[in-house]
């Protein structure tokens, strides 16, 4: 399984960032897709994950600021953040999940400044 994540880099505080990941599978037949975040310094963590076929959960304070959705047609998941802040800061990566195995992207950097 491969996955390709696209979008990010360089941007301001208040702007929107839309990242896409791009999977070398079909993500309908997945158990789950979604994103994690990792801030400099900091762990891993969840944004949000989708179970096949419904949303499963997003971490309690990433509920409301980012939205995680995907194309099946196009095996593709997306993730958007409105309003970035300055503590968005860090590497975010694609994920999917199937048989309880874990494959990542190499993720995409976004540095936001404010």
């Known amino acids: 399984v491969q996955l390709v994540e696209s979008g990010g880099g360089a941007m301001q505080a208040g702007e929107s960032l839309t990242a896409s990941c791009s999977t070398s599978?079909?993500?309908?037949?997945?158990?789950?897709v979604g994103w994690y975040r990792q801030a400099p310094g900091a762990q891993r963590e969840l944004i949000d994950t989708?179970?096949?076929?419904?949303?499963?959960n997003y971490v309690p304070s990433m509920e409301g600021r980012f939205t995680v959705t995907k194309d099946d047609d196009n095996n593709t998941v997306y993730l958007q953040r409105l309003g970035l802040k300055v503590d968005d800061t860090g590497v975010y990566l694609c994920?999917?999940?199937?048989?309880?195995?874990?494959?990542w992207g190499r993720g995409i950097q976004v540095t936001v400044s404010s």
């Open positions: 994920v999917v999940i199937i048989n309880g195995a874990y494959f």
């Open positions: 989708i179970a096949r076929g419904e949303e499963v």
């Open positions: 599978t079909a993500i309908s037949a997945v158990d789950v």
